[in-house]
């Protein structure tokens, strides 16, 4: 939290003060705001973690951001409710084939590249093993490498 608001605080211009004022002028626009941003995000929570970093900032004041947060709740029952009035026009069956072969694509593509990368990491094993061992002094001859006996 503090780093959001030392965050805000560097970069609030006077242009977002402004925008809040505006917005946050009477109840009934702080509740609209509210609403009109968890409609945006769809997160309530969102709304109500930014609002505390304004208020910690000194871009809001509490009173303010009571009402933002209080829109934002609106905003998400309202959701709901429009939802459950309404509620799904759409047949789950006739999306189900779709949404596993999406899912069953991206597992395969997950796997694919998890695999590209084991075989890299065990191809730079094997070559940071086979430059150690030529590195290292053979003990028949005392150089490094391998001996001649070991070559025929």
């Known amino acids: 939290m503090k780093l959001i608001t030392d965050?805000?605080?560097?970069?609030?211009?006077s242009r977002l003060r402004?925008?809040?004022?505006?917005?946050?002028?009477?109840?009934?626009?702080?509740?609209?705001?509210?609403?009109?941003?968890?409609?945006?995000?769809?997160?309530?929570?969102?709304?109500?973690?930014?609002t505390i970093g304004f208020v910690n900032a000194g871009l809001l004041t509490l009173m303010e951001a009571v009402w933002i947060v209080f829109g934002s709740n609106v905003g998400t029952t309202t959701t709901a409710w429009i939802v459950a009035v309404i509620g799904l026009k759409l047949k789950l069956e006739a999306t189900a084939a779709g949404t596993i072969a999406v899912a069953a694509l991206d597992d395969l593509i997950r796997r694919i590249d998890a695999n590209r990368c084991m075989v890299s990491r065990i191809a730079k094993?094997?070559?940071?093993?086979?430059?150690?061992?030529?590195?290292?002094p053979n003990a028949v001859t005392g150089s490094a490498g391998p001996s001649s006996a070991e070559t025929t």
């Open 125 to 136: 094993a094997a070559l940071r093993m086979a430059q150690a061992e030529a590195s290292m």
């Open 18 to 50: 402004d925008i809040l004022a505006v917005w946050t002028r009477t109840r009934l626009r702080g509740l609209a705001a509210g609403l009109g941003m968890t409609a945006l995000v769809q997160s309530s929570t969102a709304v109500a973690v930014a």
């Open 7 to 13: 965050g805000l605080r560097a970069s609030a211009g």
